[in-house]
């Protein structure tokens, strides 16, 4: 069965650096497009990094310039590199099959399996 397993997150100071991994299985990674969402207490979950099977990217306004996010599909892998993390950052991410194979806002984001998600915590 599809499986999506995130890991890397954790506690990072204002300004700090992560990068998330997600390693994926039961189905072939290359036709899907890869997603990263994230969900803050008290919030709506949101789509913030999009990969196609083309390896078109896509971003939420929120993180465009400080996020990126890459695949390694012979590994199975998707990734998600953080930097200039602020406390706004501080939420549950998720990496998502599907999110989108065209340039189109967030919100129309769509997948159809998630991970459990990782903590990602931005404080001093």
């Known amino acids: 069965q599809v499986q999506l397993v995130e890991s890397g997150g954790g506690l990072v100071q204002p300004g700090g650096s992560l990068r998330l991994s997600c390693v994926a299985s039961?189905?072939?990674?290359?036709?899907?497009?890869m997603g990263w969402f994230r969900q803050a207490p008290g919030k709506k979950r949101e789509g913030v990094a999009c990969?196609?099977?083309?390896?078109?990217?896509y971003y939420s306004d929120s993180v465009k310039g400080r996020f990126s996010i890459s695949r390694w599909n012979a590994k199975k892998m998707v990734y998600l590199q953080m930097n200039s993390l602020n406390p706004e950052d501080t939420a549950v991410y998720y990496c998502?099959?599907?999110?989108?194979?065209?340039?189109?806002?967030?919100?129309?984001?769509?997948?159809?399996?998630r991970g459990q998600g990782t903590q990602v915590t931005v404080s001093s």
């Open positions: 998502t099959r599907g999110c989108s194979d065209v340039d189109t806002p967030p919100e129309n984001w769509e997948y159809d399996h």
């Open positions: 990969i196609t099977r083309g390896l078109g990217t």
């Open positions: 039961g189905f072939t990674l290359d036709y899907y497009a």
